[in-house]
């Protein structure tokens, strides 16, 4: 059991918008920024999103990530069939010594 | 190029030791945090544990300490993974990473895994 929860699928056709979500608690998502990574179909996992709504160099502005209390979202506009991967996100938590922590995955389908 | 390159697919037998590599190249391996992240078969990412080359420091995740050993040397800039005695249930996929931390060009916090190596399968079976 993951200490941050995200939903486990999700789903959208091209074009069309699509939101993940991950909820924490107070000692990981309340207090510090979330980061999110793509990890496409057989390769390692990839930094999409840093400080809740940074963006790497190189990661489309399709991609935007917002936190709010104890949940942060990863928002993808303009969905594409390569857009097909596992997202998760990932904080560290305060109340284990600081250690990061992941969600479960999401996987995206695009349909 | 920054980039962490880690050792190939193992194939081992229950009770079997190992020892897996992740080489890092193009910054300065001895101020970076490596991180080892297990991802068992169609599950996960799982933090084990971190390492910070430049003095050996390394924290384990509770669920992994006592069952792995994480090291490095910096001469070679490579960090280690290690099992004294592997299980069925090591079977997964083993990834190191690069933790960057540090503040970007817009003085945001950049706190994350930034760089991954391609990943090691270790699998185990009798």
């Known amino acids: 059991q993951s200490v941050l929860t995200q939903p486990p699928s999700a789903s959208g056709t091209p074009g069309q918008r699509v939101t993940i979500s991950c909820s924490g608690s107070s000692s990981n998502i309340g207090k510090n920024p979330v980061n999110w990574y793509q990890q496409l179909p057989g390769t390692a996992p990839k930094l999409l999103i840093y400080?809740?709504?940074q963006r790497p160099s190189g990661v489309p502005d399709r991609f935007s990530g917002s936190k709010s209390g104890t949940s942060a979202s990863l928002a993808i506009s303009g969905l594409q069939s390569e857009d097909e991967a596992d997202f998760y996100c990932?904080?560290?938590?305060?109340?284990?010594?600081?250690?990061?922590?992941f969600g479960g995955g999401t996987k995206l389908t695009v349909l | 190029e920054v980039q962490l390159v880690q050792s190939g697919a193992e194939v081992k037998k229950p009770g079997e030791s190992l020892k897996i590599s992740c080489k890092g190249s193009g910054y300065s391996f001895s101020t970076y945090w490596i991180g080892w992240v297990r991802q068992m078969p169609g599950k996960g990412l799982e933090l084990m544990g971190i390492i910070y080359p430049g003095d050996s420091d390394t924290r384990y995740s509770p669920s992994f300490r006592g069952q792995v050993t994480i090291s490095a040397d910096k001469s070679i800039t490579t960090a280690y993974l290690q099992w004294s005695s592997l299980k069925a249930s090591d079977t997964a996929m083993y990834y190191c990473?690069?933790?960057?931390?540090?503040?970007?060009?817009?003085?945001?916090?950049?706190?994350?895994?930034?760089?991954w190596g391609q990943g090691t399968m270790v699998t185990v079976s009798s």
């Open positions: 990932s904080t560290w938590d305060d109340s284990l010594d600081g250690f990061w922590v």
């Open positions: 400080s809740s709504s």
């Open positions: 990473a690069r933790q960057a931390d540090y503040y970007d060009s817009n003085t945001y916090p950049l706190r994350a895994f930034d760089v």
